[in-house]
């Protein structure tokens, strides 16, 4: 890939059927950005209501920063699932910062043309009232739901983040986290476990 990104193994041996939420979106992205390239013609009408798409996932990202960037697709959680949850990233889309955890990533091809994306779930903007107290440095979040499903360009990943669960001021059923940007720094130097 351009700008130090490049994709890792594990991935698919073939082409997996890809159902559900994730294949809806899926297949929005391609039809958006294949209609946005001047290609409508060449989404048939039941396109969306059709067959599960089919695609190769890949399980890591090399960042520009050197860090890898993995995906909830291949790894499990652990005891220490905190200190290495390194599917949870900093994006920077649209001017704007945003954190998601990273469901797989995958090369589709649009206009012909190859490109590398990720398919993420979205976390919510801050709590302002935590960030606020905070002197702005606490990013209070909560995780959204499949309507939060997005396709984004690798290039758009920054960084590595850890989302971690906290106790906070609202209601105790509100299930929040907060993200920790320095983990990436540190994952990047841990060596992997034998």
């Known amino acids: 890939l351009n700008n130090g990104y490049k ?29 946005l390239a001047g290609n409508a013609e060449l989404i048939p009408d ?7 798409i089919k695609i190769i996932r890949w399980a890591h990202l ?3 920063t050197e860090q890898i960037a ?8 652990t005891e220490d699932s905190d200190e290495r949850c390194a599917w949870c990233v900093k994006l920077y889309i649209n001017n704007v910062h945003e954190f998601a955890e990273v469901l797989f990533y995958f090369t589709v091809s649009i206009n012909q043309e190859s490109r590398d994306v990720a398919l993420v779930q979205m976390y919510s903007h801050p709590d302002n009232h935590l960030f606020e107290e905070s002197n702005w440095t606490v990013w209070s979040i909560t995780k ?8 984004v360009h690798v290039q758009s990943i920054i960084s590595v983040v850890a989302i971690i669960s906290h106790n906070h001021h609202v ?3 509100d299930i929040r986290f907060f ?4 983990i990436g720094l540190v994952l990047s130097a841990m060596p992997e476990k034998g």
């Open 144 to 151: 959204l739901g499949p309507e939060a499903l997005h396709v």
């Open 70 to 77: 993995q995906c909830s697709w291949k790894e499990t959680f």
């Open 171 to 173: 209601e105790a059923r």
């Open 7 to 35: 994709l890792l193994g594990g991935k698919d041996e073939y082409k997996k059927n890809i159902s559900g939420d994730e294949g809806h979106v899926i297949k929005e992205y391609i039809k958006y950005e294949e209609t």
């Open 46 to 52: 039941n396109w969306m209501d059709s067959c599960d």
């Open 62 to 64: 090399l960042l520009p």
């Open 179 to 182: 993200v920790w940007e320095q």
